[in-house]
């Protein structure tokens, strides 16, 4: 077991700002969605062998006075600090059995600005579909899908449904294994990644294999096009479309072939789709491991995947989903060596 260690008041650097934690930094509220995602960030912080940060926030509301004097009027924060603590200590104790470095803190502020500033450091963030109030009552809920927007390092939203993967013995898999013969639910080790010919793509190509590869996992590379979008939406002739599938296929070949340059012995496969890149994603999530998708795209195959599709399975997928920000990668650098790439000269 690794060692834990309680902030009340956060760490402090010899500057007296907040220490900036590292390796793999979970937000919880004492939530049942915020315990599922303290589950997943503990297990990836056994994965990786890296240290995770518990964290939870808290806001001291302010009144308006109805008084003759006017003016405003603050609560005490003890209470609603000694509140934070506890949940904090809850936290620490149901992680306790997982060998791995654990640091936690309770911070007064807004939660999504504490956890964006974190991601300034943080390896990956970790949270919840929606909270209870407190901390995450805004982050877990309408800027669960914000946060991944802006932060600076890739984050994962588990949603509560995958409480029923999490936590699971040998015993329990192979049940699970039984069940999904006998057509229950069924869980594949695979990763998803959605791509649309953007550079970001790629960059979200590669932390998809990654995972992979620390989950023991194939890796199935989704391109799926929607029926009209952008130029297509004029297009009468289904040999358009047709020849425009035919020349995606090309640089998704190419794609592959870069990517296993980089990953030789990842199982790894492609798809191109018709279809809504949402609908598909949020359906394969059903089955997978992990969907993985980036923040935005630049004008790929349907310059819609990276960016609204984000967004739109964010709020509906049935299981994790890991956005990765927009960042430089050297081995971006030789994928033009492998076959054409979209928008290139």
Known sequence: MGAQELHPDPARDNGGAPA??????????????????????????QRRRRP??????????IFAASGLDGGYATVDDSVIREGAEAVVKQALEKVSAYDINVSASVENGDASGVLLEMSRTAELLVFGTRG????VGRLLGSVSSALPAHAQCPTVTV???????????????????EQAKAGHRRVDNVVVVGVDGSEQARVAVLEAAEQAERLGASLRVVCAVPQYSGSLAWVPAPMDRK?????????????????????????????????????????????????????????????MLLGSTSDGVLHHSKGPVMVVPDREDPRLADRARFGPILGAA
């Open 20 to 45: 900036a934690p590292d390796g793999i930094v979970v937000g919880v509220d004492g939530s049942d969605h915020g315990q599922c995602a303290l589950v997943w960030a503990a297990r990836e912080a």
């Open 52 to 61: 995770l940060h518990i964290v939870t926030a808290y806001s001291v509301p």
């Open 132 to 135: 209870r109030g407190g901390f």
């Open 159 to 177: 949603p509560l449904v995958c409480s029923d993967r999490l936590g699971e013995t040998t015993e329990d898999k192979r049940v699970r294994a």
């Open 243 to 303: 020849a425009l599938f035919a020349d995606i296929q090309v640089t998704l070949d190419a794609g592959m072939a870069w990517l296993r340059s980089h990953y030789p012995n990842l199982p790894a496969e492609c798809e191109l789709l018709d279809g809504s890149p949402v609908d598909v994603l949020v359906e394969a999530s059903r089955h997978v491991e992990l969907v993985v998708v980036g923040t935005r795209g630049r004008g790929g195959f349907t310059g």
